[in-house]
């Protein structure tokens, strides 16, 4: 939910801060902006649409300058308009600032704001805040008080509610920098000379590699040479400097059409990395670094509970399965939107996780937040090495699939699964899984990226089937057992980047309702792998046929239909049931993908969408 990025350095920063926005652009990209500080004016570029044209407007009236921020908006207070997009100056012409969070208490600031004086372009509850700065730089700067642009932000900041990641700047104070958060991401970037502010480490490592994560409740006071920071309450905090470890090329797209595309054909690679060094040297159990809670208290717990939101939610549901499938333990799986509200009783012996690419999204971490105020341990599943999530965690483990940019989360999903299984596995093997059986199951995991690969080569026939039925409105995705929530994140995929209504729904409970849908132009995908159900699988389809609706089927090698039930048929192969649903992913992403190409839609972008979703 918006990306922002801020320069102090000796470069040009109107250049600089629009690479990083190209970075930022998934995170939202309904209007961009850009302000230089420069001879004692501030000068903002802003418009709806996205950095492109931007970029295109800069090229008509280029800004110059060495300091200034930039910021892409996912809108949230006031329409998609000019006036509303980022950076936002205070009517007074002192300060600019960009913003990502929502102000919760904005209209009670702005009544006073008014009253004081102060007027407002924009619907935004950013410009609120930019005047609330303002108003406290003004006294500050009337009582000659040192310092004035982070005492006033300090100040504005301590009658704020809500979330933020801001930057500010001062007419004044060309050069200087304040950066501030509360539940919304912000990194700082090292470089020489120069020092930057950013929502994700992207926008930062085409220039460097030092990063520092800065904590919810903590300012920085940056110039071009250093930076310091502090808390709201003004203690002084020992900044920990970390390094990326991957490079800008891992954020470019490369030879693909788009980042989903890429990502869809990384998995294999994203496997191998999301296990790496993960199993035990008997290879016959996973192992994990940092999960900070005892092999012992791991044989204690009675029950597990999982919180997510949207695909990593899916992921949970997964693992849940596995969990009770392998190691017969409870799990209890929640969207985290619904968990920190419902206040739901819970089992004395539960060790909770949270499952999130991103590490940013707000539900899940007040998610996270709740059990923990509740005297649980809480553990994370994430990709954001330093994100929130992961910080807030007892502990956790890292996905280890490099940046995922397509707002389609696809890599990083079938790491969850696979992380799942391997937790599974984990637990299995404190209980009745066998010495034998544990190294089948890992050899099974190992196995998994060269199974995507074959996957993956399906691509072809897919996208001829994509061709076939890209023009419906409406589509089931269907699967039982691991693979209903398979089924669901097909559903998922396909609606959020081709717009195509879809639903996802256990093959056998269709017929309670959804088979209303099924007309001729109502295609359903089927996932009928090999197994013990899958003659009941075959009953669901033959009653969808009955009523003229096309199939897709996925089915594993050995699987044979009945001649003419399918219209498709694509093939995967034959897996380990702990695999099975990392494969069997691998058709609907690209199923959806070449869908969505096919209608024209703007595949990594979607619209009203963006990657972390870091508002309520
Ligand atoms: C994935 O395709 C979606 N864009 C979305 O559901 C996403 O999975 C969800 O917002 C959770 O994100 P997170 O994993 O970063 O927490």
């Known amino acids: 939910m918006c990306g922002i990025i801020g320069y102090v350095g000796k ?342 996780f949270v499952m999130s690419q991103s590490g940013e999204t707000i539900d899940t971490l007040a998610a996270l937040r709740e059990a923990k105020r509740k005297g649980y341990k809480v553990l994370a599943v994430t990709n954001g090495v330093g994100s929130s999530i992961a910080r807030e965690a007892d502990g956790g483990i890292y996905q280890h699939v490099g940046p995922e940019i397509g707002v389609a989360s696809t890599k990083a999903f079938t790491s969850q699964l696979l992380i799942g299984s391997m937790l599974a596995l984990y637990l299995a093997r404190m209980r009745d899984m066998s010495f034998s059986d544990g190294v089948t199951f890992v050899k099974a995991l190992k196995g998994a990226p060269d199974l995507v690969r074959q996957a993956l080569g399906q691509a072809p026939l897919i996208k001829a089937i994509a061709r076939r039925y890209a023009h419906v409105r409406d589509m089931l995705f269907l699967g039982r057992l691991s693979l209903f929530p398979i089924a669901l994140e097909g559903a998922l995929k396909l609606k959020e980047i081709s717009y195509v209504h879809a639903e996802g729904y256990p093959a056998a409970e269709m017929k309670h309702g959804p088979i209303a849908l099924i007309t001729e132009e109502c295609p359903s995908v089927f996932f009928a792998p090999s197994g013990e159900i899958l003659n009941k699988i075959i009953s669901s389809m033959q009653e969808i046929k009955a009523r003229k609706g096309p199939i897709i089927a996925i089915v594993t090698a050995s699987v044979e239909l009945p001649a003419g039930l399918a219209d498709e048929i694509i093939v995967i192969p034959e897996c380990h049931e702990a695999v099975l649903p990392i494969v069997a992913s691998i058709p609907v992403q690209l199923l959806s993908y070449y869908i969505a190409v096919e209608r024209g839609c703007d595949v990594d972008k979607p619209r009203n969408l963006a990657k972390s979703v870091t508002v309520e």
């Open 11 to 352: 470069q040009p920063a109107a250049s600089f801060i629009v690479e990083g926005l190209k970075r930022l652009e998934y995170r939202g990209y309904d209007s961009t902006g850009v302000a230089v500080v420069a001879e004692g004016r501030i000068s903002v570029v802003k418009k709806i649409g996205r950095v492109a044209q931007l970029e295109q407007e800069l090229a008509k009236r280029p800004l110059a300058g060495t300091f200034g921020m930039g910021h892409t908006r996912w809108a949230t207070h006031g329409g998609v308009t000019d006036a509303n997009a980022h950076p936002h100056v205070s009517s007074d012409g002192k300060i600019v600032l960009i913003h990502n969070g929502v102000i919760e208490n904005y209209a009670s600031m702005k009544t006073f704001l008014l009253g004081k004086g102060y007027t407002f372009q924009s619907e935004t509850d950013t410009e609120v805040l930019g005047n609330l700065i303002a108003y406290h730089y003004a006294k500050a700067a009337e009582s000659g008080e040192e310092n004035r642009c982070l005492a006033s932000v300090r100040k504005a900041l301590r009658h704020t509610e809500g979330t933020y990641g801001i930057v500010v700047m001062c007419v004044d104070f060309p050069g200087e920098m304040v950066a501030a958060r509360k539940g919304s991401p912000l990194i700082i970037g090292l470089g020489d000379g120069e020092n930057i502010v950013a929502s994700d480490v992207s926008a930062i490592v085409a220039r460097t590699q030092s990063v520092v994560y800065l904590k919810d409740g903590e300012i920085v006071h940056l110039s071009a040479q250093e930076f310091r920071i502090t808390t709201l309450g003004q203690s002084a905090v020992a900044p920990l400097v970390d390094r990326v470890t991957w490079s800008v090329a891992a954020a470019e797209m490369g030879a693909y059409a788009h980042f989903m595309e890429k990502e869809i054909f990384e998995q294999p690679t994203a496997l191998e990395n999301a296990m790496r060094g993960r199993f035990s040297e008997d290879g016959s159990t996973a192992n994990f670094g940092g999960l900070n809670v005892s092999a012992g208290e791991f044989r204690s717990m009675e029950s597990f509970a999982f919180c997510a939101c949207g695909t990593a939610l899916h992921a949970c549901r997964v693992a849940e399965h596995m969990i009770e499938r392998f190691a017969r333990l409870p799990v209890e799986c929640d969207y985290a939107s619904e968990f920190r509200y419902r206040n739901s009783p819970l089992f004395r012996n539960t060790l909770y």
